[in-house]
């Protein structure tokens, strides 16, 4: 898009708001290899679902606008469909912290209820990722090593050899018809003298 869009998104007291109505992701402009990004987060409502993507492609094989990419999973855990109804365990794959699909966060990860603001880190040096949920770091993987391949084997995206091997690619705030706010948005492009 050109311009901000006219629906499901807008700013409030410098918190940018998604209202769940399903009206799309948020996605850069720019892509991004080796980098650091930080930022608040907020769901509204209870079960809320959403999460920040990053090595994003677009996928011209759907219908309508669609993204894939590696996802630091952005969820109100306990009250979520999924975990009342036992499809999902607590601190799996699936949940608040997780690398979706792939990774479970750590079980001494600390998640703030709806409402309340959560901070997270995503850090990308290389092939070396790690997720911070709240001050702690939640996931620490690499992308194409050998537990990355088998949990992709099994996931859905085990039909798609390229994801999450990209060298670079675009960063994505979910729309997952829930009503989420981010804010404090900051990213860091690491070089090799600003690696930590």
């Given amino acids: ?3 901000f869009p006219e629906t499901g998104w ?6 940018l708001r998604n209202d769940g109505s399903g009206a799309g992701g948020l996605i850069t402009r720019e892509q ?3 980098f650091i990004m ?18 994003v492609k677009e996928q011209p094989d759907r ?14 855990d306990d009250g979520h469909t999924w975990m009342k109804e ?10 608040a912290g997780a690398l979706y699909e792939f990774f479970p966060p750590s079980a001494e990860k600390k998640l703030n209820a709806p409402g309340q603001f959560n901070t997270s880190k995503l850090v990308v040096d290389g092939d070396h990722v790690e997720h911070w949920l709240n001050g702690i770091k939640v996931v620490d993987y690499e992308r194409g090593g050998e537990n990355f391949q088998a949990m992709k084997a099994k996931s859905k995206f085990r039909d798609r050899p390229e994801f999450g091997l990209h060298k670079e690619g675009h960063i994505l705030l979910q729309d997952h018809s829930s009503r989420v706010g981010f ?4 990213i ?5 003298e600003d690696q930590e």
């Fill in 1 to 3: 898009m050109d311009d």
């Fill in 10 to 15: 807008d700013i409030e007291n410098g918190e």
């Fill in 32 to 34: 991004y290899a080796n």
């Fill in 38 to 55: 930080e930022w608040e987060w907020r769901l509204f409502d209870e079960g809320g679902n959403s999460g920040v993507k990053y090595f």
């Fill in 63 to 76: 219908e309508g606008k669609y993204a894939y990419g590696l996802e630091y999973q952005m969820l109100d």
């Fill in 86 to 95: 036992g499809k999902m365990k607590p601190n799996d794959y699936h949940t």
């Fill in 183 to 186: 804010r404090n948005i900051r």
């Fill in 188 to 192: 860091k492009i690491l070089d090799g």
